[in-house]
């Protein structure tokens, strides 16, 4: 999309707070610890680590939340200038993509829905 000159937007960028919850959660919790950062903090420079350069809608609904969140950007200029994190935050990524047919299939079973 970006490539044809279209705008990159990430709606759910911590997956409605499943990603401080699922699967993901201990893989997440231990490389924030690593890097010292909020996992939020960490799944959202993520995002922003893309080459497709995402803007990302994070659900942040408190102060704290906005604050802990926005340390993202902070993080990803610290993660692009070492290579050792980068390499780090990619296994990362390895290790707990989800296809979109799971990523649906769950977000679908929400009682929101």
Same mark, same amino acid.
């Given at each position: 999309?970006?490539? =044809? ?27 924030? %610890? ?5 996992? %939020? ?16 809608? =994070?659900g @942040? ?10 340390? @993202? ?7 692009q200038? %070492? ?31």
């Amino acid at each position: 999309a970006r490539e =044809s000159g279209l705008q990159v937007i990430v709606k759910e960028g911590m997956a409605n707070g499943r990603l401080l919850k699922g699967k993901a959660s201990q893989p997440l919790r231990k490389l924030a %610890d690593q890097l010292a950062c909020s996992p %939020d903090a960490l799944a959202l420079a993520c995002i922003l680590l893309q080459p497709f350069q995402p803007l990302v809608l =994070s659900g @942040a609904a408190t102060p704290e939340q906005i604050k802990s969140n926005f340390e @993202a950007v902070k993080l990803c200029a610290s993660i692009q200038s %070492d290579p050792s994190k980068m390499s780090l935050v990619e296994s990362l990524m390895k290790e707990v993509r989800m296809s979109p047919e799971e990523y649906w299939s769950e977000r679908s079973q929400m009682s929101w829905n």
